[in-house]
Protein backbone atom coordinates (compact mmCIF):
# COMPACT_ATOMS: atom_id res chain seq x y z
CA UNK A 1 0.00 0.00 0.00
CA UNK A 2 1.16 3.41 -1.01
CA UNK A 3 1.99 6.22 1.97
CA UNK A 4 2.14 9.92 1.35
CA UNK A 5 3.67 11.67 4.14
CA UNK A 6 4.48 14.99 4.81
CA UNK A 7 8.27 15.70 6.20
CA UNK A 8 9.63 19.07 7.05
CA UNK A 9 13.19 19.63 8.88
CA UNK A 10 13.31 22.98 10.02
CA UNK A 11 16.94 22.40 9.59
CA UNK A 12 16.91 22.02 6.13
CA UNK A 13 13.46 22.49 4.30
CA UNK A 14 11.82 25.57 3.64
CA UNK A 15 8.87 24.19 3.78
CA UNK A 16 6.77 20.88 3.88
CA UNK A 17 7.02 18.34 1.28
CA UNK A 18 5.67 14.62 0.90
CA UNK A 19 7.81 11.25 0.25
CA UNK A 20 6.29 8.24 -0.82
CA UNK A 21 7.01 4.64 1.23
CA UNK A 22 5.58 1.53 0.13
CA UNK A 23 4.44 -0.24 3.44
CA UNK A 24 3.38 -4.11 3.13
CA UNK A 25 0.08 -4.22 5.05
CA UNK A 26 -1.63 -7.20 7.18
CA UNK A 27 -4.88 -7.67 8.61
CA UNK A 28 -5.98 -5.62 11.79
CA UNK A 29 -3.02 -3.05 10.71
CA UNK A 30 -4.01 0.33 12.40
CA UNK A 31 -1.96 3.51 10.57
CA UNK A 32 0.15 3.59 13.66
CA UNK A 33 1.51 0.57 12.38
CA UNK A 34 1.94 1.60 9.22
CA UNK A 35 3.38 4.90 10.40
CA UNK A 36 6.38 2.49 12.80
CA UNK A 37 6.93 0.56 9.50
CA UNK A 38 7.75 3.59 7.27
CA UNK A 39 10.12 4.65 10.49
CA UNK A 40 12.01 1.50 10.09
CA UNK A 41 12.43 2.23 6.91
CA UNK A 42 13.61 5.96 7.22
CA UNK A 43 14.72 6.41 10.73
CA UNK A 44 15.00 10.15 10.72
CA UNK A 45 11.13 10.34 9.87
CA UNK A 46 9.41 11.53 13.34
CA UNK A 47 5.91 11.38 14.95
CA UNK A 48 4.55 11.06 17.98
CA UNK A 49 2.71 8.23 19.44
CA UNK A 50 2.66 6.21 22.90
CA UNK A 51 -0.14 3.75 24.33
CA UNK A 52 -1.30 2.31 20.91
CA UNK A 53 -5.13 2.19 21.88
CA UNK A 54 -6.65 5.46 21.74
CA UNK A 55 -6.21 6.48 25.54
CA UNK A 56 -3.09 8.75 25.41
CA UNK A 57 -4.06 10.68 22.38
CA UNK A 58 -0.54 11.53 21.23
CA UNK A 59 -0.62 10.21 17.64
CA UNK A 60 -3.37 12.57 15.81
CA UNK A 61 -2.73 13.20 12.29
CA UNK A 62 -4.82 14.36 9.36
CA UNK A 63 -5.58 11.03 7.27
CA UNK A 64 -6.65 11.99 3.78
CA UNK A 65 -7.63 15.33 5.04
CA UNK A 66 -9.55 14.38 8.41
CA UNK A 67 -8.18 14.85 11.56
CA UNK A 68 -7.87 11.57 12.96
CA UNK A 69 -5.55 9.29 15.70
CA UNK A 70 -3.28 6.99 13.73
CA UNK A 71 -3.59 4.01 16.35
CA UNK A 72 -7.19 3.53 15.86
CA UNK A 73 -7.19 4.10 12.49
CA UNK A 74 -7.29 0.50 10.31
CA UNK A 75 -5.76 0.77 7.03
CA UNK A 76 -7.69 -1.06 5.26
CA UNK A 77 -10.63 1.68 5.83
CA UNK A 78 -8.11 4.53 4.08
CA UNK A 79 -8.60 4.87 0.19
CA UNK A 80 -4.68 4.66 -1.28
CA UNK A 81 -2.42 6.18 -1.78
CA UNK A 82 -2.84 7.36 1.90
CA UNK A 83 -1.87 11.07 2.30
CA UNK A 84 -0.30 11.75 6.09
CA UNK A 85 0.04 15.28 7.40
CA UNK A 86 0.47 16.81 10.90
CA UNK A 87 -2.48 18.60 11.94
CA UNK A 88 -3.47 21.65 10.13
CA UNK A 89 -3.22 25.19 11.57
CA UNK A 90 -0.45 24.23 14.22
CA UNK A 91 3.02 25.41 13.59
CA UNK A 92 5.13 22.30 12.87
CA UNK A 93 8.15 21.06 14.69
CA UNK A 94 9.31 18.66 12.38
CA UNK A 95 7.38 15.83 9.97
CA UNK A 96 4.19 15.26 11.42
CA UNK A 97 5.44 16.92 15.29
CA UNK A 98 3.47 19.88 15.53
CA UNK A 99 3.69 22.72 17.95
CA UNK A 100 0.37 22.32 20.64
CA UNK A 101 1.25 24.99 23.06
CA UNK A 102 -1.22 27.09 21.89
CA UNK A 103 -4.23 24.04 22.40
CA UNK A 104 -2.60 23.62 25.90
CA UNK A 105 -2.68 27.31 26.55
CA UNK A 106 -6.77 26.99 26.09
CA UNK A 107 -7.22 24.22 27.79
CA UNK A 108 -5.76 26.13 30.93
CA UNK A 109 -7.63 29.11 30.31
CA UNK A 110 -10.94 27.38 31.60
CA UNK A 111 -9.58 26.42 35.05
CA UNK A 112 -9.90 22.82 33.99
CA UNK A 113 -10.60 21.62 37.94
CA UNK A 114 -13.06 21.93 40.42
CA UNK A 115 -13.91 24.95 42.36
CA UNK A 116 -15.25 24.85 46.15
CA UNK A 117 -15.81 27.86 48.02
CA UNK A 118 -17.18 25.81 50.86
CA UNK A 119 -14.42 24.57 52.91
CA UNK A 120 -13.45 21.36 52.08
CA UNK A 121 -15.30 18.45 53.49
CA UNK A 122 -14.51 15.67 55.42
CA UNK A 123 -15.47 13.12 53.42
CA UNK A 124 -15.69 13.15 49.33
CA UNK A 125 -18.38 15.34 47.76
CA UNK A 126 -21.42 12.99 46.70
CA UNK A 127 -23.70 13.02 43.45
CA UNK A 128 -26.46 11.36 43.19
CA UNK A 129 -26.80 9.01 39.55
CA UNK A 130 -28.44 11.45 37.77
CA UNK A 131 -25.85 14.41 38.56
CA UNK A 132 -22.74 11.66 37.70
CA UNK A 133 -24.69 11.46 34.59
CA UNK A 134 -24.28 14.44 32.91
CA UNK A 135 -20.07 14.09 32.68
CA UNK A 136 -21.01 11.50 30.61
CA UNK A 137 -19.94 12.13 26.90
CA UNK A 138 -17.64 15.62 28.27
CA UNK A 139 -15.03 13.50 30.79
CA UNK A 140 -14.02 11.00 28.37
CA UNK A 141 -11.94 13.65 26.07
CA UNK A 142 -8.58 12.68 26.10
CA UNK A 143 -6.76 15.91 24.54
CA UNK A 144 -5.81 14.60 21.63
CA UNK A 145 -6.36 17.90 19.63
CA UNK A 146 -8.00 16.39 16.30
CA UNK A 147 -11.15 18.76 17.07
CA UNK A 148 -9.85 22.03 17.81
CA UNK A 149 -7.45 21.97 14.81
CA UNK A 150 -10.08 21.08 12.53
CA UNK A 151 -12.01 23.80 13.83
CA UNK A 152 -11.64 26.66 10.74
CA UNK A 153 -12.62 29.41 13.59
CA UNK A 154 -9.67 27.68 16.06
CA UNK A 155 -7.33 28.35 12.54
CA UNK A 156 -8.61 32.00 12.17
CA UNK A 157 -8.46 33.17 16.04
CA UNK A 158 -6.00 30.48 17.32
CA UNK A 159 -5.08 32.77 20.33
CA UNK A 160 -8.57 34.74 21.08
CA UNK A 161 -11.14 31.96 20.51
CA UNK A 162 -11.07 28.80 22.92
CA UNK A 163 -11.63 26.01 20.27
CA UNK A 164 -13.69 23.09 20.80
CA UNK A 165 -11.64 21.16 23.35
CA UNK A 166 -11.69 23.79 25.93
CA UNK A 167 -15.46 24.79 25.33
CA UNK A 168 -15.81 21.13 25.70
CA UNK A 169 -14.12 20.92 29.19
CA UNK A 170 -15.59 24.26 30.85
CA UNK A 171 -19.15 22.86 29.99
CA UNK A 172 -17.96 19.60 31.89
CA UNK A 173 -17.16 22.02 34.86
CA UNK A 174 -19.77 24.28 34.68
CA UNK A 175 -22.16 20.85 34.39
CA UNK A 176 -20.49 19.44 37.49
CA UNK A 177 -23.02 19.52 40.72
CA UNK A 178 -20.04 19.93 42.62
CA UNK A 179 -18.18 22.93 41.12
CA UNK A 180 -19.36 26.04 42.56
CA UNK A 181 -17.62 29.07 40.46
CA UNK A 182 -20.04 28.79 37.97
CA UNK A 183 -20.50 32.68 37.74
CA UNK A 184 -16.78 33.23 37.26
CA UNK A 185 -16.92 30.00 34.86
CA UNK A 186 -19.27 32.05 32.49
CA UNK A 187 -17.99 35.98 32.98
CA UNK A 188 -14.84 34.87 31.71
CA UNK A 189 -16.56 32.87 28.66
CA UNK A 190 -18.06 36.77 27.56
CA UNK A 191 -17.13 38.36 24.69
CA UNK A 192 -17.06 38.21 21.17
CA UNK A 193 -14.20 35.94 20.80
CA UNK A 194 -13.64 32.93 23.80
CA UNK A 195 -17.28 31.03 23.06
CA UNK A 196 -19.15 33.12 20.18
CA UNK A 197 -16.95 32.38 17.25
CA UNK A 198 -18.07 29.08 17.41
CA UNK A 199 -20.14 28.89 14.26
CA UNK A 200 -21.72 25.70 14.81
CA UNK A 201 -19.58 24.42 11.83
CA UNK A 202 -19.26 21.02 13.51
CA UNK A 203 -16.37 19.99 12.19
CA UNK A 204 -15.09 18.97 16.39
CA UNK A 205 -18.24 16.28 16.25
CA UNK A 206 -17.15 14.67 12.94
CA UNK A 207 -13.72 14.09 14.01
CA UNK A 208 -13.62 13.32 17.43
CA UNK A 209 -12.29 9.64 18.15
CA UNK A 210 -14.00 9.79 21.34
CA UNK A 211 -17.63 10.15 19.66
CA UNK A 212 -17.65 13.45 21.89
CA UNK A 213 -19.84 16.56 20.92
CA UNK A 214 -18.42 19.47 21.62
CA UNK A 215 -21.21 21.78 19.67
CA UNK A 216 -23.57 20.30 21.88
CA UNK A 217 -21.41 21.31 25.05
CA UNK A 218 -21.08 24.57 23.68
CA UNK A 219 -25.14 25.25 23.33
CA UNK A 220 -25.52 24.38 26.39
CA UNK A 221 -22.59 26.97 27.85
CA UNK A 222 -25.09 29.20 25.49
CA UNK A 223 -28.50 28.40 27.24
CA UNK A 224 -26.74 28.83 30.63
CA UNK A 225 -25.71 31.76 29.66
CA UNK A 226 -29.11 32.82 28.39
CA UNK A 227 -30.59 32.02 31.62
CA UNK A 228 -28.67 33.77 33.65
CA UNK A 229 -28.54 36.98 31.72
CA UNK A 230 -32.50 37.45 31.84
CA UNK B 1 -26.22 42.98 30.44
CA UNK B 2 -23.04 44.79 30.40
CA UNK B 3 -20.50 46.41 27.77
CA UNK B 4 -18.80 43.23 27.87
CA UNK B 5 -21.83 41.10 27.10
CA UNK B 6 -21.43 41.57 23.53
CA UNK B 7 -20.81 38.07 22.43
CA UNK B 8 -24.17 36.91 23.82
CA UNK B 9 -26.01 39.60 23.21
CA UNK B 10 -25.47 39.24 19.28
CA UNK B 11 -25.80 35.84 19.05
CA UNK B 12 -29.27 36.12 20.45
CA UNK B 13 -29.99 39.05 18.52
CA UNK B 14 -29.23 37.06 15.78
CA UNK B 15 -31.64 34.39 16.81
CA UNK B 16 -34.34 36.06 17.22
CA UNK B 17 -34.29 38.34 14.52
CA UNK B 18 -34.09 35.07 12.56
CA UNK B 19 -37.48 34.21 13.68
CA UNK B 20 -39.14 37.50 12.59
CA UNK B 21 -37.76 36.92 9.14
CA UNK B 22 -38.32 33.90 9.13
CA UNK B 23 -42.01 34.15 9.96
CA UNK B 24 -42.82 37.51 8.14
CA UNK B 25 -41.18 36.40 5.14
CA UNK B 26 -43.86 33.17 5.26
CA UNK B 27 -46.55 35.76 5.46
CA UNK B 28 -45.65 37.69 2.99
CA UNK B 29 -44.72 35.05 0.30
CA UNK B 30 -48.31 33.67 1.40
CA UNK B 31 -50.06 37.15 0.61
CA UNK B 32 -48.43 37.18 -2.21
CA UNK B 33 -49.28 34.31 -4.03
CA UNK B 34 -53.59 33.85 -2.92
CA UNK B 35 -53.76 38.21 -2.83
CA UNK B 36 -51.65 39.67 -5.51
CA UNK B 37 -52.45 43.31 -5.93
CA UNK B 38 -53.47 44.04 -9.67
CA UNK B 39 -51.73 47.45 -10.07
CA UNK B 40 -49.64 49.70 -8.22
CA UNK B 41 -52.38 51.27 -6.80
CA UNK B 42 -53.02 48.54 -4.83
CA UNK B 43 -49.18 47.67 -3.75
CA UNK B 44 -49.32 51.35 -2.30
CA UNK B 45 -52.21 50.54 -0.65
CA UNK B 46 -50.79 47.55 0.63
CA UNK B 47 -48.20 49.39 2.58
CA UNK B 48 -50.05 52.15 3.37
CA UNK B 49 -52.36 50.36 6.30
CA UNK B 50 -50.43 50.99 9.44
CA UNK B 51 -50.22 47.10 10.58
CA UNK B 52 -48.12 46.21 7.50
CA UNK B 53 -45.94 49.25 7.78
CA UNK B 54 -45.57 48.80 11.44
CA UNK B 55 -44.87 45.18 10.50
CA UNK B 56 -42.30 45.99 7.32
CA UNK B 57 -40.22 48.42 9.74
CA UNK B 58 -39.63 46.10 12.09
CA UNK B 59 -38.75 43.49 9.06
CA UNK B 60 -36.64 46.04 7.74
CA UNK B 61 -34.92 46.63 11.48
CA UNK B 62 -34.49 42.59 12.19
CA UNK B 63 -32.51 42.51 8.78
CA UNK B 64 -30.11 45.40 9.28
CA UNK B 65 -29.39 43.78 12.63
CA UNK B 66 -29.46 40.42 11.12
CA UNK B 67 -26.93 41.32 8.95
CA UNK B 68 -24.81 43.77 11.32
CA UNK B 69 -24.02 40.81 13.23
CA UNK B 70 -23.68 38.15 10.46
CA UNK B 71 -21.17 40.25 8.53
CA UNK B 72 -19.58 41.75 12.11
CA UNK B 73 -18.80 37.66 12.55
CA UNK B 74 -17.83 37.30 9.17
CA UNK B 75 -14.92 40.51 9.21
CA UNK B 76 -14.12 38.95 13.26
CA UNK B 77 -12.78 35.95 11.49
CA UNK B 78 -11.55 37.32 8.43
CA UNK B 79 -10.07 40.91 8.64
CA UNK B 80 -7.54 41.12 11.00
CA UNK B 81 -5.66 44.75 10.59
CA UNK B 82 -7.29 46.92 12.83
CA UNK B 83 -7.61 50.34 9.96
CA UNK B 84 -9.20 47.57 7.56
CA UNK B 85 -11.59 46.01 10.19
CA UNK B 86 -12.65 49.33 11.28
CA UNK B 87 -13.25 51.06 8.06
CA UNK B 88 -15.09 48.27 6.12
CA UNK B 89 -17.92 47.76 9.72
CA UNK B 90 -17.85 51.91 9.32
CA UNK B 91 -18.98 51.22 5.55
CA UNK B 92 -20.90 47.86 5.99
CA UNK B 93 -22.70 49.98 8.63
CA UNK B 94 -23.69 53.23 6.71
CA UNK B 95 -25.05 50.80 4.18
CA UNK B 96 -27.37 49.43 6.66
CA UNK B 97 -28.15 52.92 7.60
CA UNK B 98 -29.02 54.06 4.54
CA UNK B 99 -31.30 50.95 3.87
CA UNK B 100 -32.76 51.15 6.64
CA UNK B 101 -33.81 55.61 5.95
CA UNK B 102 -34.78 54.11 2.27
CA UNK B 103 -37.24 52.03 3.52
CA UNK B 104 -38.65 54.04 6.38
CA UNK B 105 -38.65 56.90 2.99
CA UNK B 106 -40.57 54.83 0.76
CA UNK B 107 -43.20 53.60 3.59
CA UNK B 108 -43.71 57.17 4.40
CA UNK B 109 -43.84 58.45 0.69
CA UNK B 110 -47.13 55.14 0.23
CA UNK B 111 -48.97 56.76 3.19
CA UNK B 112 -48.84 60.42 1.19
CA UNK B 113 -52.18 60.81 -0.07
Not at chain 1, 42 to 61: I, K, P, Q, T, W
Not at chain 1, 212 to 225: E, R, V
Not at chain 2, 29 to 39: F, R, V, Y
Request: charged share 20%.
Amino acid sequence: MQFLVSRFNPERDEKPWMQTFEVETWRGMMLRDALLEIKRQDESFAFRHSCGEGVCGSDGVNVNGTNRLACITPVSELKAPVEVRPFPGRPIIRDLVVDMSQFYRQYRAVDPWLVRKDPMPEQEILQSPEEREKLDGLYECILCGCCSTACPSFWWNPEKFHGPQALLTAWRFLADSRDQAEQERLDALEGPYRLFRCHTIMNCVEVCPKGLNPTKAIGHIKQLMLKNAI
Amino acid sequence: MSRTASGLKAWVLQRATAVYIGLFSLYFLLQMLLAPPDDWVQWRALFAATPMAVAMLVFMLAILLHAWVGVRDVLIDYVKPFWLRLSLLTLIALILVACGLWTLQLLILARLN
